[in-house]
């Protein structure tokens, strides 16, 4: 544990990430299999990203927001994924004080801004089929930028009062942190000043950046599903559909796992559940994006044969 004497107080500097857990065999065995789902998930979301730009057929409201959420991913794993790689290579798993704050920030950020953006997707899907007549005017150019840069800006403004909060915290005492990346609950535990303040704080944001936009994703796919069924026509019920249910998956998989991260109750052990189901939201989900999206998206698969 590196420390240093600061007026009388002893400060801790760096923060050990413990993981899931030590041992040469489960580092290796853990390194390579993060090393190949990072790969697969930057090449996947990139591969999205390459056909949004490229193929004139996907240059639509609802691919630009993919195309938004396939860079969002890239960023979230890379802020994750990389520090935990280093650590299984190399057996450190310090990290300094302010890159654990830096990357709490750039996690909380992403995380606000996905709950947005799957927000933001999900009120297209109901344009386009609930209000098909109105949609090309409605969801234009203009808008589409600006729901986008609403998205990104939401996530980064909020995250930069929780981080200053627990930045501005003192800590002196025990500096391991029972998980494998700084999240703000594990790292608040270690804190020796009054964190009753940044706690309720910090639940509040979390509330505010995730229940509204979760309610307008459920509350839109009942009407969704409702218009679709009232679609005379199977194949037209079927093409309706196959649109936003590749969405639908993304935002269950998305919410279920943080939902249950929540609910669980926390405990301080190499591989809690808390921990397990961290690992979906966090890394899983950045790698399931594209392969739900292609594989279940016709428009998706046809620029990929092309290319």
Request: glycine share 4%; hydrophobic share 45%; charged share 10%.
């Amino acid at each position: 544990m590196t420390k240093q004497e600061w007026k009388n107080k002893t400060v801790v500097t760096e923060f050990v990430l413990l993981g899931f857990g030590n041992g040469p065999e489960l580092d290796s065995l853990l390194f390579l299999m993060f090393l190949s789902i990072y790969i697969m998930t930057i090449t996947g979301n990139a591969l999205i990203v390459m056909l949004m730009v490229a193929n004139q057929c996907l240059r639509t409201p609802m691919y630009f927001f993919l195309g938004n959420l396939a860079c969002l991913e890239m960023c979230y794993s890379s802020n994750i994924l990389p520090r935990m790689l280093l650590s299984y290579l190399g057996g450190d798993r310090s990290i300094s004080v302010n890159g654990c704050f830096t990357q709490y920030y750039f996690f909380g950020c992403l995380a606000a801004a996905e709950c947005c953006l799957l927000a933001v997707m999900s009120y297209d899907r109901f344009l386009a089929v609930c209000e098909p007549l109105y949609y090309a005017s409605h969801m234009n150019r203009t808008l589409c930028l600006q729901l986008a840069a609403a998205s990104w800006m939401s996530g980064f403004l909020s995250n930069s009062i929780l981080t200053f909060l627990i930045s501005d915290l003192n800590f002196c005492g025990p500096n391991e942190i029972e998980h494998f990346f700084c999240d703000s609950f594990p790292v608040i535990k270690l804190s020796c000043s009054d964190t009753r303040v940044t706690g309720l704080v910090t639940s509040v944001v979390a509330g505010v950046c995730s229940l509204p936009p979760f309610l307008l994703t459920f509350l839109s796919y009942p009407y969704i599903i409702i218009t679709v069924m009232r679609i005379p026509s199977a194949t037209g019920r079927k093409k309706a559909f196959s649109t936003c249910s590749s969405h639908l998956i993304v935002v269950i998989l998305f919410y279920w796992s943080i939902l249950t991260v929540c609910v669980l109750p926390h405990c301080d052990s190499q591989i809690s559940p808390n921990k397990v189901f961290s690992v979906f939201y966090t890394i899983l989900t950045p790698l399931a994006n594209p392969l739900i999206y292609s594989l279940r998206n016709k428009e998706v698969k046809e620029a990929l044969r092309k290319e």
